[in-house]
């Protein structure tokens, strides 16, 4: 069983900053794909941010070098740092990543999400 539980998010103003963590726990082997998306009501999921595990990152057009997707392997964890934050940020923050468990499933794993307020 792999669990993947999302930390950081709350209230800021609009221009503030917010640094988003998830970590993953459980019956781990590897991670491969990790990746940050949004959703706001009545839209779709969207990807922010990925990184995989030889660091290759992309991010989405809406972050305009915004923000930051790292991750540290020796805690099985990844991060979002978000700055110059806007309204139009305001969503719930889901972290997804592509684990192979030990038991030799290899799947994408969802954490339940964080919610992310932007607003004066």
């Known amino acids: 069983q792999v669990q993947l539980v999302e930390s950081g998010g709350g209230l800021v103003q609009p221009g503030g900053s917010l640094r988003l963590s998830c970590a993953a726990s459980?019956?781990?082997?590897?991670?491969?794909?990790m990746a940050w998306y949004h959703q706001a009501p009545g839209k779709q999921r969207e990807l922010v941010a990925s990184?995989?595990?030889?660091?290759?990152?992309d991010y989405a057009d809406s972050t305009k070098g915004r923000f930051t997707i790292s991750r540290d392997n020796a805690k099985n964890t990844v991060y979002l740092q978000m700055n110059s934050l806007k309204p139009e940020d305001t969503a719930v923050y889901f972290c997804?990543?592509?684990?192979?468990?030990?038991?030799?499933?290899?799947?994408?794993?969802w954490g339940p999400g964080t919610q992310v307020t932007v607003s004066s």
């Open positions: 990184i995989t595990n030889g660091r290759r990152i």
């Open positions: 459980g019956n781990i082997f590897s991670i491969y794909t």
């Open positions: 997804n990543a592509e684990i192979m468990s030990t038991s030799g499933l290899r799947s994408l794993y």
